[in-house]
């Protein structure tokens, strides 16, 4: 396949792939690995235009073919089912192979995960917005793009977080190619995007719902997760707004290692 994903393997056990968000990379998850592959065989990718997985072929930055790219990695390692946790984007990711290949799913966690914009009046202001960043990115102005990135409401919580911890995040960011960037964000951006609950509710894959105490939005869509999925539980990470991964790794890590190796889903 011309889209071969980077991942890099850790430590021994059930397999649990990691999808990071928009703007990440595997080295994301670098924290809450440390803590997992203690317990699990950790696989962490790059999707498709961060990190390692640039490709410059705009047709291959559908979600169908990330999923079938995932899928290959899955079947490269020949696992034959696989907990899959996403965040945001990766979240997004994980909704739509859990939705297409249920049967390859063990357990499934969403990380500050959105189901899709309810109405076409929704996506097309999303994309429009989201216009304005590509052409940032497709400018070459990846700086620029980060400065702007980072001073959205969204991550209001991180400012909280020590200096070291927001350099090597947006090290993270300013790492990646800002056209495979545009690119992502213009075929995988929530406008773009078809909304999954009618898919999700015919998914019988054991799902965690997280969401920080400090994204009122994401908890309301966890919320109407919760009530789509049949098997699922949401849990509120404290002390967090939406990047859940980065500003509390080892409660995300603890509540991931319980919700796979004991039984706290709902029936």
Same mark, same amino acid.
């Given at each position: 396949?011309?889209?071969?994903?980077?991942?890099?393997? /850790? =430590? !021994?056990?059930?397999?649990?792939?990691?999808?990071?968000?928009?703007?990440?990379?595997?080295?994301?998850?670098?924290?809450?690995?440390?803590y997992l592959q203690q317990f699990f065989k950790i696989?962490?990718?790059?999707?498709?235009?961060?990190?390692?997985?640039?490709?410059?072929?705009?047709?291959?930055?559908?979600?169908? !073919?990330?999923?079938?790219?995932?899928?290959?990695?899955?079947?490269?390692?020949?696992?034959?089912? *696989?907990?899959?946790?996403?965040?945001?984007?990766?979240?997004?990711?994980?909704?739509?192979?859990?939705?297409?290949?249920?049967?390859?799913? $063990?357990?499934?966690?969403?990380?500050?995960?959105?189901?899709g914009l309810e109405s076409q009046l929704e996506k097309?202001?999303?994309?429009?917005?989201?216009?304005?960043? *590509? $052409?940032?990115?497709?400018?070459?102005?990846?700086?620029?793009?980060? /400065?702007?990135?980072?001073?959205?409401?969204?991550?209001?919580?991180?400012?909280?977080?020590?200096?070291?911890?927001?350099?090597?995040?947006?090290?993270?960011?300013?790492?990646?190619?800002?056209?495979?960037?545009?690119?992502?964000?213009?075929?995988?951006?929530? =406008?773009?995007? $078809? !909304?999954?609950?009618?898919?999700?509710?015919?998914?019988?894959?054991?799902?965690?719902?997280?969401?920080?105490?400090?994204?009122?939005?994401?908890?309301?869509?966890?919320?109407?997760? /919760?009530?789509?999925?049949?098997?699922?539980?949401?849990?509120?990470?404290? /002390?967090?707004?939406?990047?859940?991964?980065?500003? $509390?790794?080892?409660?995300?890590?603890?509540?991931?290692?319980?919700?796979?190796? =004991?039984?706290?889903?709902?029936?």
């Open positions: 396949m011309k889209n071969k994903l980077f991942y890099k393997i /850790e =430590g !021994n056990g059930l397999p649990l792939l990691l999808i990071h968000g928009f703007t990440g990379s595997h080295k994301s998850f670098d924290d809450i690995s440390k696989i962490r990718i790059d999707l498709i235009g961060h990190g390692k997985s640039m490709n410059e072929d705009e047709s291959l930055y559908s979600f169908k !073919n990330s999923i079938e790219s995932i899928l290959e990695i899955i079947d490269e390692l020949r696992i034959i089912k *696989v907990n899959l946790l996403g965040y945001s984007l990766g979240g997004r990711n994980a909704m739509h192979f859990a939705s297409k290949f249920k049967e390859r799913v $063990n357990k499934l966690i969403l990380c500050s995960s959105s189901y097309d202001k999303r994309i429009k917005s989201d216009q304005r960043l *590509v $052409n940032l990115l497709e400018n070459n102005k990846l700086k620029e793009f980060v /400065e702007y990135w980072e001073s959205l409401p969204l991550w209001n919580s991180e400012n909280r977080l020590s200096i070291e911890k927001k350099k090597n995040h947006r090290k993270i960011r300013l790492s990646n190619n800002p056209y495979g960037l545009a690119l992502n964000l213009k075929h995988q951006g929530q =406008g773009k995007q $078809n !909304n999954l609950l009618s898919e999700l509710k015919k998914i019988n894959t054991k799902t965690l719902i997280l969401y920080g105490e400090k994204d009122n939005k994401y908890k309301k869509l966890s919320t109407k997760l /919760e009530k789509t999925i049949r098997k699922s539980k949401t849990i509120m990470v404290p /002390e967090s707004g939406h990047n859940i991964i980065l500003e $509390n790794p080892i409660y995300v890590s603890r509540a991931v290692k319980n919700f796979i190796l =004991g039984d706290t889903y709902v029936n």
